[in-house]
């Protein structure tokens, strides 16, 4: 059964006025890499109140020295930020771009979240 002007055509239309558009892309990766950054930052802060990071590889980077898991960190943001520019004309890479710059804004939520929780 096609799907003339529903949902899905809607989506469609959005990811190839997306592709058309590659300055919304760049802004799109700009929020994701600041978000990236600002999840450091509040990790950071996070861990001298007192928090447990969870993730068990930037723990490790953490333990050894805060640099080097801000190092590791934003090198692969922006890695993952140049691969989805370099593939941007792949449905794919627009889908996950969108995607990891909402995860990187619910994680930012959800730090502002546990800050209220923390002892200042």
């Known amino acids: 059964m096609p799907r003339s002007d529903g949902l899905y055509s809607r989506y469609v239309r959005m990811l ?7 300055r919304t892309l760049l802004l799109v990766l700009v929020i ?3 978000l990236n950054l600002a999840d450091l930052v509040l990790t950071y802060r996070s861990l001298l109140l007192g928090a447990t990071e ?3 590889f930037m723990k490790a980077l953490f333990d050894i020295h805060p640099v080097w898991a801000g190092i590791v960190k ?8 140049e691969s989805i520019w370099a593939f941007r ?9 969108i995607a990891l710059t909402i995860g990187m804004a619910l ?14």
């Not at 190839?16 to 590659?22: D, L, Q």
């Not at 934003?74 to 930020?81: K, Q």
């Not at 994680?107 to 200042?120: D, E, G």
């Open 16 to 22: 190839v006025s997306y592709r058309e558009n590659p």
């Open 89 to 97: 004309r792949h449905r794919s890479a627009l889908v996950l771009s």
């Open 74 to 81: 934003m090198s692969i943001g922006m890695i993952v930020s």
């Open 107 to 120: 994680l930012f939520c959800y730090h502002l979240f546990i800050s209220q929780n923390l002892p200042i």
């Open 54 to 56: 969870v993730n068990p």
């Open 32 to 34: 994701y890499n600041v």
